[in-house]
């Protein structure tokens, strides 16, 4: 069975700085890769996703993420937050299927 | 326009009453979904059917019942609702099923208290 384990439950940082948002997968076989973020009272928008090819992953608003294959991992990062990246960061996973299975989330919130 | 539209986005209620959360996506998608997140902000998929069919039901109990009437609409009926389902309910579609990898559209949520 696969799983996701978001290892931040939350992430405190100042406007203007670089932030990384970690996501490990466990799987057998392999794996589609999501991340989405939920603004507050709001429903999840897809941030980015990693199919095949390039292991770097460019998404909205400025937000990259890098497949490590070898250490099962999709971390998220973003050189540069605003308050207004303020939000919960979903990583999921989907494999064969459209079911996507969801780490329990990463509260970034970005301080002026 | 709103792409996945579910009403009513805020519910309260009482415990053993029956409600009804609707759904409807207008991108034109084969596939819907309901996923619950509950008060730690876990999300799990709840069920998806696709062109009105049943594709996944996750083990849910059965006073939930997920009605399509036809592609663009998935509805969610409780019966006897009990404390613990106080939750956001979020409807979701897909262009593709049986394939991994599409991109997931989701609503704003259906945030509801029983009480």
């Known amino acids: 069975a696969q799983s996701v384990t978001q290892l931040d439950s939350q992430v405190p940082v100042f406007e203007e700085a670089p932030v990384e948002l970690r996501c490990n997968y466990s799987?057998?076989?392999?794996?589609?890769l999501f991340w989405y973020v939920q603004y507050p009272n709001q429903g999840l928008q897809l941030l980015l996703k990693y199919l095949s090819g390039s292991t770097l992953v460019k998404g909205i608003n400025g937000f990259e993420a890098e497949f490590n294959k070898s250490q099962t991992s999709f971390h998220l990062r973003k050189p540069s937050v605003h308050i207004s990246d303020t939000a919960e960061y979903f990583c999921?996973?989907?494999?064969?299927?459209?079911?996507?299975?969801f780490g329990t989330g990463t509260r970034l919130q970005v301080f002026p | 326009d709103t792409a996945v539209s579910q009403t009513p986005k805020y519910l309260v209620t009482q415990m053993g009453n029956d409600k009804s959360i609707k759904c409807e996506q207008n991108?034109?998608?084969?596939?819907m979904y309901w996923y619950k997140q509950d008060s730690k902000k876990f999300l799990k998929i709840m069920f998806s059917y696709n062109n009105k069919e049943l594709i996944i039901n996750e083990t849910v109990p059965n006073r939930f019942s997920p009605k399509s009437p036809d592609k663009a609409h998935l509805n969610l009926h409780i019966n006897s609702l009990e404390l613990g389902d106080s939750a956001v309910y979020f409807c979701?579609?897909?262009?593709?099923?049986?394939?991994?990898?599409?991109?997931?559209?989701f609503g704003e949520g259906s945030w509801l208290t029983v009480v």
């Open positions: 979701a579609s897909s262009q593709l099923t049986g394939a991994a990898g599409n991109t997931i559209y």
């Open positions: 991108l034109g998608h084969d596939t």
């Open positions: 799987s057998s076989v392999s794996v589609y």
């Open positions: 999921a996973v989907s494999v064969l299927t459209d079911k996507l299975i």
